[in-house]
C-alpha cells in the first residue's frame, strides 16, 4: 500500500483553519530560528492528534553566517569561529545545532527533518566528503532525514546516489523538475513552482500540472514508495495543494 499525505511548506492560513484542511504542515520557522519550547509545545496540543508535523532543519546546519537569512533571524555566531558553521560541517558547533533541531522536533512529535543546502553549497570532494560524516552522525539522533540538494549536485547524480546508499537519507525533489536518484520506502517532494529558475514562488499550478504530477506520484508508489510527502511551496499553495489533493483521490490514490 502507498498513503499520499499532502500539506505546505509553513501555514499559508490561520493554523485552525489549516488543522480543518490538511493532516500534515512542514514547519519554517525552525529553518530561521528555533521557536521557544512553550512555543512548539503550543503548536503541538492546538494541533489534532492524527496531525504530522515535519520540520526543517535550522539554518545554523545549512547556512553559513554570511547567509542573508543569518542577518534575517538576528543570529549571530560564536567570533573566531565563523567558519565552523553551516555547510554541514562535521563540526561541534553544527551537531549541537543539530541536537537543537532534533529537540524541536521531538517536542512537535516530528519524525522527519528536512535539511535544504544552500546553492553555496554545491558538489566538490570536500563537500562530498562533509555530506557522508554530517548525515552518518546526524543519523544517530533518530530521525529520518530528508535531503534537498540545491546547486551543482544536480550535475553529480551519482554524488547524490553516494550519499543517500550510505547515510540512509531520502533525496528530496521537487517532482515536477526531477526524479529522486533513489526511491525508497518514503518519498519526499517539495514543490516551489515552475519556470526557468529553481524557484519561483510566485506560479500557480495549472490543471495539467497537477495532473503530471499525479502521474509522477503513482510512478514512485509503483517504484516502492509506501509513503509519499508531497508539500507545497509557493503563493498559492494553500489552494494548490487541496486541488492537487482532489485529484489524486479521483485517480484512486490513498490521499491523507
Not at 524541536?104 to 553549497?121: E, G, H, K
Not at 511551496?233 to 489552494?239: E, I, L, P, S
Not at 489524486?248 to 490521499?255: C, E, Q, T, Y
Amino acid at each position: 500500500m502507498c498513503i499520499v499525505k499532502v500539506g505546505c511548506c509553513g501555514f499559508p492560513v490561520a493554523r485552525a483553519r489549516y488543522f480543518e484542511q490538511f493532516r500534515l504542515v512542514e514547519v519554517q520557522q525552525t529553518f530561521y530560528k528555533l521557536p521557544t519550547r512553550e512555543t512548539l509545545e503550543r503548536w503541538r496540543r492546538e494541533a489534532p492528534q492524527d496531525f504530522e508535523y515535519t520540520v526543517k532543519a535550522w539554518q545554523v546546519v545549512t547556512h553559513p553566517p554570511s547567509s542573508p537569512t543569518w542577518r534575517k533571524a538576528g543570529l549571530k555566531p560564536e567570533p573566531g569561529k565563523e567558519d565552523r558553521y553551516g555547510l554541514l560541517r562535521p563540526t561541534p558547533e553544527n551537531f549541537e545545532a543539530w541536537k537543537k533541531t532534533v529537540e524541536a522536533a521531538d517536542i512537535l512529535n516530528a519524525r522527519i527533518i528536512v535539511v535544504q543546502t544552500p546553492p553555496s553549497f554545491g558538489y566538490s570532494e570536500e563537500n562530498l566528503r562533509n555530506a557522508l560524516e554530517f548525515f552518518r552522525e546526524a543519523a544517530k539522533y533518530g530521525k529520518t532525514i530528508g535531503w534537498e540538494p540545491r546547486g551543482t549536485w544536480h550535475e553529480h547524480p551519482e554524488a547524490i546516489r553516494r550519499i543517500v546508499e550510505e547515510t540512509g537519507v531520502i533525496h528530496v525533489v521537487d517532482l515536477l523538475r526531477r526524479w529522486p536518484v533513489v526511491v525508497g520506502r518514503i518519498a519526499y517532494v517539495r514543490l516551489h513552482g515552475l519556470g526557468g529558475r529553481e524557484v519561483n514562488y510566485r506560479y500557480k499550478y495549472t490543471d495539467q500540472d497537477l495532473e503530471e504530477l499525479v502521474a509522477r506520484v503513482k510512478k514512485l508508489c509503483s517504484e516502492g514508495a509506501e509513503e509519499v510527502y508531497v508539500l507545497f511551496n509557493n503563493v498559492y499553495m494553500f489552494d494548490d495543494a487541496r486541488r492537487f489533493r482532489e485529484k489524486a483521490r479521483n485517480a484512486g490514490l490513498d490521499v491523507s
